[in-house]
T-cell receptor, first 115, second 119 residues
Framework: AQTVTQSQPEMSVQEAETVTLSCTYD???????LFWYKQPPSRQMILVIR??????QNATENRFSVNFQKAAKSFSLKISDSQLGDTAMYFC????????????FGAGTTVTVRA | GAVVSQHPSRVICKSGTSVKIECRSL??????MFWYRQFPKQSLMLMAT?????????EQGVEKDKFLINHASLTLSTLTVTSAHPEDSSFYIC???????????????FGPGTRLTVL
C-alpha cells in the first residue's frame, strides 16, 4: 500500500506571498501519478495540478507549481502570489499506474491566506 | 468540462431508514467511479470502487450490505446507505474517472459531496 505524508497540518500566508506545502510518499512502483487537490470551504474537491512520474519536468499551472523529486519521493506544491481564494485544505494524492486507478490521499494541509 | 454532480447535497433522515445518493458524470462517460467518506477536517477515505456493469469493489472494513452501490450506466452511480444510524452521519463524496476516449484518463473528477445527517 502507498503512504502519503503531509507533515504540515496548517499553514498561514500573507496575501501576495508564496507558500510551499510538503508531501512525501512511499512506494515501490516506478510508474505512477501524483496530484494536488484543493478543497475550499464549499468542500468541492478541485484538481490543482498533476504530475506523471516518468516526466522529469515539474508541472506548472499558473500560480501553482510543483517540485517533484522522484529519488527522494517528494512532491511539494508552491503557491505563488497567494490570493484569498486560495484558502482551502490541500491534499496530496498518489495513484499507481495500474488498472484500479485508486487514489491514496495525504492527511491534508489547511492553508489560510491573510489579507 | 469534466463535471460531476451529486444529489442530494444535504439529507437528513431518521435512524433505520435508507438513503440513496446519486453521482453523475455530466459531460463524459465513466466506467469507473469511486465513493469516499470524509469526516470534518480529515482526509478522504475510499469506501468502494464502482464499476459499470459489474459488482462494486469494497475497501477493507466497509460493509457491503450497508453501503449498496449500483453503477447502472456509464454516467450514473448510486450509493444507498441502508438502515442508517447516527454513526453513518458524514460527508460522502463521489469521483469519476473519464473513460479511454478522453485524453486524460488517469485523473479523477469529484462531485460536490453529500452531507448525510442521521437523527
Amino acid at each position: 500500500a502507498q503512504t502519503v505524508t503531509q507533515s504540515q497540518p496548517e499553514m498561514s500566508v500573507q496575501e501576495a506571498e508564496t507558500v510551499t506545502l510538503s508531501c512525501t510518499y512511499d512506494t515501490s512502483e516506478n510508474n505512477y501519478y501524483l496530484f494536488w487537490y484543493k478543497q475550499p470551504p464549499s468542500r468541492q474537491m478541485i484538481l490543482v495540478i498533476r504530475q506523471e512520474a516518468y516526466k522529469q519536468q515539474n508541472a506548472t499551472e499558473n500560480r501553482f507549481s510543483v517540485n517533484f523529486q522522484k529519488a527522494a519521493k517528494s512532491f511539494s506544491l508552491k503557491i505563488s502570489d497567494s490570493q484569498l481564494g486560495d484558502t482551502a485544505m490541500y491534499f496530496c494524492a498518489f495513484m499507481k499506474h495500474s488498472n484500479d486507478y485508486k487514489l491514496s490521499f495525504g492527511a491534508g494541509t489547511t492553508v489560510t491566506v491573510r489579507a | 468540462g469534466a463535471v460531476v454532480s451529486q444529489h442530494p447535497s444535504r439529507v437528513i433522515c431518521k435512524s433505520g431508514t435508507s438513503v440513496k445518493i446519486e453521482c453523475r458524470s455530466l459531460d463524459f462517460q465513466a466506467t469507473t467511479m469511486f465513493w469516499y467518506r470524509q469526516f470534518p477536517k480529515q482526509s478522504l477515505m475510499l469506501m468502494a470502487t464502482s464499476n459499470e456493469g459489474s459488482k462494486a469493489t469494497y475497501e477493507q472494513g466497509v460493509e457491503k450490505d450497508k453501503f449498496l452501490i449500483n453503477h447502472a450506466s456509464l454516467t450514473l452511480s448510486t450509493l444507498t446507505v441502508t438502515s442508517a444510524h447516527p454513526e453513518d452521519s458524514s460527508f460522502y463524496i463521489c469521483s469519476a474517472r473519464p473513460d479511454e476516449m478522453m485524453t486524460v484518463t488517469d485523473t479523477q473528477y469529484f462531485g460536490p459531496g453529500t452531507r448525510l445527517t442521521v437523527l
